[in-house]
């Protein structure tokens, strides 16, 4: 999972060249049976391309908004995992009468489960 903000060109690269070099390849030659060879029968018609390209638009975009909701939802949750935490810990110093490398402890466990949640 890439979790980044911004994508670079080199990441894109490292991962896509062979489709890039492949794809490239594949329509310079249908280019040119078509153009040079005059091999007009391989021609597509517009009407079906474009009605195709809104079908495959749509799906992506409700594939887009439920991504998002997903993300939201998640990080909803984890906001609230880290506000109950706060609280937990203030409540650890404030209200626990033990000594202060037990409170710590109980303190570290909790920064250890929440590492781990995150993991």
């Not at 009407?47 to 909803?76: C, H, M, T």
């Amino acid at each position: 999972m890439y979790i980044k903000r911004n994508i670079s060109w080199g990441v894109i690269l490292r991962y896509a060249w062979k489709n890039i070099i492949f794809f490239c390849i594949y329509t310079t030659s249908i280019f040119s049976v078509y153009y040079f060879l005059n091999w007009q029968f391989i021609d597509i018609p517009f009407q079906p391309l474009s009605l195709i390209g809104i079908a495959v638009a749509f799906y992506i975009g409700f594939k887009n908004s439920q991504s998002y909701d997903r993300f939201w939802e998640g990080r909803k949750i984890w906001g609230g995992i880290v506000n109950y935490s706060r609280i937990w810990a203030n409540q650890v110093l404030c209200l626990i009468n033990a000594d202060h490398d037990t409170k710590k402890t109980l303190i570290y466990r909790h920064i250890a489960w929440i590492n781990a949640l995150r993991i």
